[in-house]
């Protein structure tokens, strides 16, 4: 049998109370292929039924309308806050701290995770480089103190920070090193974890201990954007990160992780990489298993 690809990426996890068979896990990715009524359907059934087969560690499912109003989007730039949930880092990291401290209430924190784009760029989102920074690293301190399960943080990725329209060289958003930054706010370095153990290190650092009850497993740290399955196993294996999202590669390969465990990389093709911007999103009258459920598997 050929050896895996990426034998870090395929080890197991824990992660809240639950154990994942590998740390590889697809990212939230809206297809909008429940028509007509916006209920999920057969054709999303089998979408991540195929996914979960292909050997997924972790699946993070779409959005869900809450209403039909949901799909429109106020314009951000127009929307200088100046209350209590805007202009400073902690306000404006209330709004998330306050929704995440809800659903924890519901669910407990062993059960509840997040992900940030610190880089911004999409729908007119973006500050200053210093403002970016203090906001972000505010927020995640906070939320990983509240014990949530996992944080994924988002690089600088092109196509989520697209050029403002009728502009040539202008994007909103603010590229810098997200993991080298806040990465160590949720995941102390590996070399700091060599010199205390982690329960003691953690302990120390985050306000958490407390909670230890309600989530046995650390806060878990993943990353997104860009990566390759290469890349992905070298940080799990240096400690840096615990987990790897993505999006494009378990779109367009229901079977993402087994062909990792083949042996299959990108660079031989064995990995699709090719993606259909068309068929991104369903559109209604148009066969909905189109660049959706039709990917061939290949393991
Ligand atoms: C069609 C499409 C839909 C997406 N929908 C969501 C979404 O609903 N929620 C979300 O957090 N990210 C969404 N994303 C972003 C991806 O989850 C991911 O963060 C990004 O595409 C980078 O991943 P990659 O570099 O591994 O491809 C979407 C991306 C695409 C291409």
């Known amino acids: 049998m050929a050896s895996s690809t990426a034998p870090h990426l395929s080890s197991t996890m ?25 209920v999920p359907n057969e054709y999303n059934v089998e979408y991540y039924t195929q996914r979960a087969k292909g050997g997924a560690g972790l699946i993070l499912t779409e959005g869900t309308l809450v ?27 209330k709004f998330g701290i306050e929704v995440t401290k809800a659903l924890i209430d519901v669910w407990g924190p062993a059960q509840v995770g997040g ?14 480089y210093s403002d970016t920074i203090m906001t972000y690293t505010y927020f995640l301190t ?9 944080i994924t943080l988002i690089r600088h990725v092109h196509f989520l ?9 202008l994007k909103r958003g603010t590229p810098h090193q997200v993991l080298a930054l806040y990465g160590p706010v949720v995941k102390p370095l590996p070399h700091v974890l060599k010199a205390h153990s982690e329960e003691a290190y953690r302990g120390l650092a985050m306000p958490s201990s407390e909670l230890g009850y309600l989530n ?23 400690g840096m990160i615990d987990g790897a999202v993505f999006e494009s590669l378990w779109l367009v390969n229901p079977d993402y992780q087994k062909r990792l465990e083949k042996g299959m990389d990108i660079d031989g093709k064995g990995i699709n990489q090719v993606l ?9 009258g148009v066969d909905p298993r189109v660049g959706y459920t039709d990917y061939p598997t290949a393991t």
């Open 14 to 38: 824990s992660l809240g109370n639950l154990t994942l068979r590998n740390r590889n896990i697809m990212s939230s990715l809206t297809r909008s292929r429940s028509f007509p009524d916006a």
């Open 67 to 93: 209403s039909q109003q949901g799909t429109e989007w106020p314009g951000a730039c127009s929307n200088q806050r100046t209350d209590e949930w805007g202009g400073s880092p902690e306000n404006r990291s």
């Open 115 to 128: 992900k940030v784009n610190p880089c911004g760029g999409l729908r007119d989102m973006g500050m200053s």
């Open 142 to 150: 906070q939320i990983s103190a509240l014990k949530v399960a996992y």
């Open 161 to 169: 920070d697209p050029l403002i329209p009728g502009e040539t060289e």
């Open 216 to 238: 046995p497993t650390p806060t878990r740290l993943s990353v997104n954007g860009g990566l390759t399955p290469r890349e992905a196993d070298q940080l799990i294996a240096d």
């Open 276 to 284: 259909d911007f068309k068929t991104f999103y369903g559109v209604p």
